[in-house]
């Protein structure tokens, strides 16, 4: 700010007309500040009362007996005590969402080998991306709808085609089995999914520079070496990310499961999002489906703080020599 | 860069391509000709395609009930979105006391998913009076944080003299928003339409809870419906799952770098 001496009012009148410059800027800044909270007040609202509240109020109730009949009673850990030794059905979507998690990875490889074809610079790599894409922003429902109908035991194509490479002799009611229901539920959720993984992946190796490669070139390592000492480090926090979106998309899974078994057969198919839908909504148990709701939810936030540890670290620094 | 062939990587990328597109063939096909379950083998090609089953959706399900009720949701959430997502981002970037804490309120809330909240968000909802409404369907997907983030993004992006110069000319604040800084963000806001629909067109886990009345059902409703009533056999099944993934997938192809810029944006931000 230059100084402006000259305009300068007499001292006096010039701390007179300070002191109303300062109370009318800060009556301006308590008005911005209004503004500012006015403007943030209705996101606030709402992720106050369909998140925070919920996530409190779905933690109080899974200490309670609480039906929409019956006033509140304190339970205690009878719901906790309840799911961990007598619901063998709590330990089988349990189990089944591990898996489900599990099986993440194997979309993730897939998904950067595809991403690696992707990024060479071929014809038409463009079309080939949105191709991979395409199922992502796909209905979930639909999808469920597609896939059951592929899986379908006496006209699906998958049985067709399997039966036509000579793998059966005789259609898999992949849907209805207990061996086969969750890996099949899982080939579809990994189909919808695996586009997004790429664009994950994409951007990661996009982000590195080439000449390392060139570099790399020039001291005489091969494309597996680079493969393995650039590409994968480099990667390594688009990598996790996927992984994040992994276990969250066992939650989303809910559509999928929901459409293609309801679940079934049994438990074979149930997660612990569907097994929660289910309790609170068709057996009108909702105290109980809370306590199930903090286990999956305490599930999800160990694994997304684990990967995001996992993907720290040393992630995007590269190391001298490598 | 070293040369290699590229028919290889062409050869597998095609058939990388077959395998993801082959499904949604499939529906097509069944959606033409319907499908005899007792006949094998199944045909591989539509014989004698025919638009009946099309038709059949309009007669078979209240089919334009589900459609306006999507459109009002879709409709409703994306707008909700624009504004109130527009205005936490705007606040975002001024300085004001809490900012901080709000902006790690708003990673928090990130980091619940919405399928965890359900049962007491039903609750709610219910004491609200909205269940089998649509301001109930709409309300919790009325602001999105990753949304509120690519604003904030992009408002930081506008060169700040241009507010400052509007600001000495008189303009008022909410006129600056919607006159200066708006246009301006264009990108930003074309990103949150496409989000905000694609996931409210897409929703069901909601609208499955909360909504009891046949005439309130939106089209993933209407659709897991039509499945569990209705013989599979039925090519009209498929004709409306084909009728429902089109505006979708054309509202995706039309705005694909959008929508993949703010998800990879909100994803790497997650």
Redesign the interface.
């Known amino acids: 700010m230059a100084p402006r001496t000259d305009t300068a009012p007499a001292p006096k009148t010039r701390r007179r007309v300070l002191e109303g410059a300062r109370t009318f800027a800060s009556r301006k800044r308590t008005r911005?500040?209004g503004?500012?909270?006015l403007?943030?007040a209705?996101?606030?609202a709402?992720?106050t009362?369909?998140?925070?509240?919920?996530?409190i109020?779905?933690g109080v109730?899974s200490f309670q007996f609480w039906s929409p009949y019956k006033p509140a009673e304190f339970a205690g850990l009878y719901h906790y005590e309840e799911m961990l030794f007598y619901d063998e059905a709590f330990w089988e979507t349990l189990w089944n969402t591990l898996i489900f998690m599990a099986s993440a990875p194997v979309g993730i490889a897939l998904a950067l080998g595809?991403a690696l074809?992707?990024d060479?610079?071929?014809?038409?790599r463009n079309t080939?991306r949105?191709?991979?894409?395409?199922?992502y922003?796909?209905?979930?429902?639909?999808?469920?709808?597609?896939?059951?109908?592929?899986f379908?035991e006496?006209?699906?194509?998958i049985n067709?085609v399997l039966?036509?490479l000579g793998v059966i002799d005789q259609g898999i009611p992949f849907l209805e089995s207990f061996t086969f229901a969750l890996p099949a539920v899982i080939v579809a959720s990994i189909?919808q999914v695996i586009?997004?993984y790429m664009?994950?992946l994409l951007?990661g190796l996009q982000s590195i520079p080439?000449s390392l490669?060139e570099a790399a070139?020039i001291d005489g390592a091969g494309a597996v070496q680079r493969f393995r000492r650039i590409t994968l480090p480099l990667i390594r926090p688009s990598l996790f990310?996927c992984f994040?979106?992994g276990i969250?998309n066992s939650?989303?899974a809910?559509?999928l499961i929901?459409?293609m078994t309801g679940g079934g057969p049994g438990h074979a198919t149930d997660l612990l999002?569907t097994y929660?839908?289910s309790t609170?909504?068709r057996l009108s148990k909702?105290d109980y489906?809370?306590a199930i709701?903090v286990v999956?939810?305490l599930l999800?936030?160990a694994l997304?703080f684990l990967a995001n540890r996992l993907a720290g670290g040393e992630a995007g620094a590269v190391k001298p020599g490598g | 860069?070293?040369r290699?062939p590229?028919w290889p990587?062409?050869v597998?990328?095609l058939a990388?391509?077959t395998?993801?597109?082959?499904?949604?063939y499939?529906?097509l096909k069944?959606s033409l000709t319907g499908?005899?379950?007792?006949?094998?083998?199944?045909a591989l090609w539509p014989e004698n395609p025919h638009p009946f089953f099309y038709v059949d959706v309009w007669y078979a399900i209240p089919f334009f009930r589900y459609l306006v009720n999507s459109v009002i949701v879709s409709v409703v959430v994306v707008a909700a979105n624009v504004v109130?997502?527009g205005?936490?981002g705007?606040?975002?970037t001024?300085d004001?006391?809490g900012k901080a804490t709000?902006i790690l309120?708003?990673l928090s809330?990130m980091?619940?998913?919405?399928?965890?909240?359900?049962?007491?968000?039903?609750?709610?909802t219910s004491e609200l009076g909205l269940l089998n409404s649509h301001a109930g369907m709409a309300?919790?997907l009325?602001?999105t944080?990753v949304c509120?983030f690519i604003f904030k993004a992009a408002f930081e992006a506008i060169p700040k003299s241009l507010i400052d110069a509007a600001r000495i000319d008189g303009v008022p604040?909410w006129m600056i928003v919607f006159r200066i800084i708006m246009p301006l963000t264009k990108p930003a806001i074309a990103t949150n339409v496409i989000l905000s629909f694609?996931w409210s067109?897409?929703s069901?886990?909601w609208p499955?809870?909360i909504i009891r009345d046949e005439t309130m059902q939106t089209?993933?409703l209407g659709?897991?419906r039509f499945?569990s009533v209705v013989e599979?056999t039925t090519g009209a099944?498929?004709a409306f799952?084909v009728m429902?993934?089109v505006p979708?997938?054309v509202i995706?192809?039309l705005a694909?770098k959008e929508?993949?810029s703010g998800?990879?944006s909100g994803?790497?931000k997650?």
Not at chain 1, 49 to 55: F, N
Not at chain 1, 120 to 124: A, D, L, M, W
């Open positions: 911005e500040i503004l500012v909270w403007f943030l209705p996101s606030l709402i992720f009362i369909y998140r925070i509240v919920p996530l109020w779905n109730l595809v074809l992707v060479t610079p071929i014809r038409g080939y949105t191709i991979v894409f395409m199922s922003p796909v209905m979930t429902v639909a999808v469920g709808i597609i896939w059951q109908w592929l379908n006496k006209v699906g194509l067709y039966i036509s189909w586009g997004f664009i994950i951007t080439p490669y070139a990310l994040v979106v969250i939650f989303t809910f559509d929901f459409v999002v929660i839908y609170a909504f909702f489906a809370a709701t999956n939810f999800f936030v997304a | 860069m070293h290699y590229r990587v062409h597998a990328l990388v391509s395998i993801m597109l082959v499904p949604f499939w529906v069944t499908e005899n379950i007792f006949a094998f083998p199944p109130l997502n205005m936490a705007y606040a975002l001024r004001f006391p709000t309120l708003f809330c980091m619940i998913p919405f399928q965890v909240t359900i049962i007491p968000a039903y609750l709610i309300l919790p009325s602001s944080i509120i604040d694609i067109w897409n069901f886990l499955l809870v089209l993933p659709l897991s499945l599979d099944l498929y799952c429902v993934l979708g997938l995706f192809l694909q929508f993949v998800l990879t994803a790497t997650g």
